[in-house]
Nanobody, 122 residues
């Protein structure tokens, strides 16, 4: 199953972006989901995760700036990113679990999006 991502792009420091993730053909309403990112030469890291009923957790590095949300009726998850910093640059991936509660561990997720590039630069 391939999750489909959209959004991202190039933005100046302090700017905002939103990335979206759609789960076509799947019932995502009962699945925990998450966002991860990977910068060149670095490991994939946790950004945010959300339970099927909307409980969310964000990494300390993005807390207060990023917000994860979901619209189960539209089978879509979002990551709103505000006050972006150069260190937020990377490929952003959405992911979906098949069972269990939300998780900060990438190996807990079965399905992944294709990735969306976010670049923060002046």
């Amino acid at each position: 199953v391939q999750l489909v991502q959209s959004g991202g792009g190039l933005v100046q420091p302090g700017g905002s972006l939103r990335v979206s993730c759609v789960a076509p053909g799947r019932t995502m309403s009962s699945s925990a989901m998450g966002w991860f990112r990977q910068a060149p030469g670095k490991e994939r890291e946790f950004v945010a995760t959300i339970s099927s009923i909307g409980y969310a957790e964000h990494a300390d590095s993005v807390k207060g700036r990023f917000t994860i949300s979901r619209d189960n009726a539209e089978k879509t998850m979002f990551l709103q990113m505000n006050n972006l910093k150069p260190e937020d640059t990377g490929m952003y991936y959405c992911a979906m679990r098949t069972s269990g509660d939300y998780s900060i561990m990438p190996q807990a997720y079965a399905y992944w999006g294709q990735g969306t590039q976010v670049t923060v630069s002046s």
